[in-house]
C-alpha cells in the first residue's frame, strides 16, 4: 500500500460510503472487529481533514470505539461486498468477523485495516456526539430510520493517514 493525502483521493466519498460501503474498525483486544458502514463523509472541520462515521448504540463496535483512540475505514473491490455484508449482519459479540470472511487485518499502533482493502484512512478520534430522538428537525428522518429507537453517535476523526492499494 502507498501512502496519500486525503486530498489524493480521486474517489467519491458518497459513492464510496453509499454504494461500496466500508469496514469501519477498531481495536479488539489483541484482534480487532469491522463493521460494516455506508453512512459516513469525509471534509474538513476545525482546520482539519476529517471523517464522520455513525454508530448505532447497540452495536458491538461502539464499545470498541469508545475506549480506543484510533478508528480505520477500508473501502474495498467490488468482490469482497459479500464480505461486507457478512460484517454488517452479524455481530462481533459472538462472531469473529475476521475468520468467517477470511479478511487479512494488519495491525498498526493505531488503527487495524486489511490488506485487501483498496482504500484505508486511518482516524484518531477528535470528538463525539450523542444524536438523540430531540436532534431531529423533520420528524420523519426519526420515523423511517429510528423507529426502533437504537438511535446514532456520530464519531468525528482527525484523518492521520490515507494508504491506496498500488
Known amino acids: ?5 486525503i486530498r489524493q483521493v480521486k474517489e467519491n466519498f458518497v459513492s464510496l460510503f453509499a454504494e461500496d460501503w466500508a469496514l469501519l474498525t477498531a481495536k479488539n483486544g489483541s484482534g480487532c472487529n469491522p463493521m460494516t458502514v455506508s453512512w459516513g463523509a469525509v471534509g474538513e472541520i476545525w482546520g482539519k481533514d476529517t471523517a464522520t462515521v455513525y454508530v448505532r448504540q447497540s452495536r458491538f463496535t461502539k464499545g470498541l470505539i469508545d ?9 474495498f473491490p467490488a468482490e469482497y461486498k459479500k464480505a461486507l455484508s457478512f ?3 452479524k ?6 468477523k475476521v475468520k468467517e470472511t477470511g479478511l487479512t ?3 498498526t499502533a493505531a488503527a487495524p485495516y486489511f490488506k485487501e482493502a483498496k482504500l484505508v484512512v486511518i482516524c484518531k478520534k477528535a ?10 428537525e423533520d420528524p420523519a428522518i426519526k420515523d423511517k ?3 426502533d ?11 492521520e493517514k490515507v494508504l491506496i492499494s498500488e
Not at 149 to 159: L, Q, R
Open 67 to 75: 475506549s480506543e483512540s484510533h478508528f480505520s475505514l477500508c473501502f
Open 105 to 107: 487485518p494488519v495491525y
Open 87 to 89: 460484517c454488517g449482519a
Open 1 to 5: 500500500m502507498k501512502e496519500i493525502s
Open 145 to 147: 430510520w429510528y423507529s
Open 127 to 136: 470528538a463525539s456526539t450523542f444524536l438523540g430522538a430531540d436532534s431531529f
Open 149 to 159: 429507537n437504537d438511535m446514532h453517535t456520530i464519531y468525528f476523526g482527525e484523518i
Open 91 to 96: 455481530s462481533g459479540r459472538d462472531t469473529d
